[in-house]
């Protein structure tokens, strides 16, 4: 079945200690998104490619950076976590901007 | 922030009775969606509707627009316990910006 796979589902890392997500899918789909969910909030963008080209939510901090060398895959990084990025992470997919989105089960990020 | 606002933040129904959740957006917009989480998982697309559309039916499941009032309404009917989750809805805003913002939610708890 088609789907948005995310590795790991569970994420352990250290104060400042660098860490990278990934999502990839089988969908074929242009665009893909990254979103961060604390417990009880909305999904909130980080930023999402439309193919190649990388758009940025204003307010995503620097520390988050992502990564999109081909369809299938994309990456987010956190370059020096803080207790405060401890978050669920989504990744979702989209044939057309603006569209349905199909969503990956999320990694849930513990920072220590 | 765009951010739609739900209400109620929180619903709980006995199984077999029908659950109503609200959203109210601020911005013209394309299209609107409903999706389900359930806890600690990724979020399922559920129905979309169009700006030009104002009723939508898919199984138990009954979504309004009332563009003018920039609110829209979901009702499950003949509730079951799997219907437990919470239920977001998303606006595509009308300038095409490729992304979609989601309000705050609403948690539904059936009761068996």
Not at chain 1, 20 to 30: D, E, R, V, Y
Not at chain 2, 89 to 100: H, I, Q, R, S
Not at chain 2, 103 to 110: A, C, K, M, S, V
């Amino acid at each position: 079945d088609a789907m948005v796979i995310q590795n790991p589902r569970y994420q352990v890392t250290q104060f400042g200690k660098p860490v990278t997500l990934s999502c990839s899918q089988t969908l074929n789909h242009n665009v893909m998104y990254w979103y961060q969910q604390k417990s009880s909030q909305a999904p909130k963008l980080l930023f999402h490619y439309y193919d190649k080209d990388f758009n940025n939510e204003a307010d995503t901090p620097d520390n988050f950076q992502s990564r999109r060398p081909n369809t299938s895959f994309c990456f987010l990084d956190i370059r020096s976590p803080g207790l405060g990025d401890a978050a669920m992470y989504l990744c979702a997919t989209s044939g057309l901007a603006g569209e349905t989105q199909y969503f990956g089960p999320g990694t849930r990020l513990l920072v220590l | 922030s765009q951010q739609g606002e739900e209400d109620p933040q929180a619903l709980s129904i006995q199984e077999g009775e029908n659950a109503t959740m609200n959203c109210s957006y601020k911005t013209s917009i394309n299209n609107l969606q409903w999706y389900r989480q359930n806890s600690g998982r990724g979020l399922v697309h559920l129905i979309l509707i169009r700006s030009n559309e104002r009723e939508k039916h898919s199984g138990r499941l009954r979504v309004t627009l009332d563009t003018s009032k920039k609110s829209s309404s979901l009702l499950i009917t003949a509730s079951r316990a799997a219907d437990t989750a919470s239920y977001f809805c998303a606006t595509e805003e009308d300038f095409g910006n490729e992304k979609l913002t989601f309000g705050t939610g609403t948690r539904l708890t059936i009761i068996p």
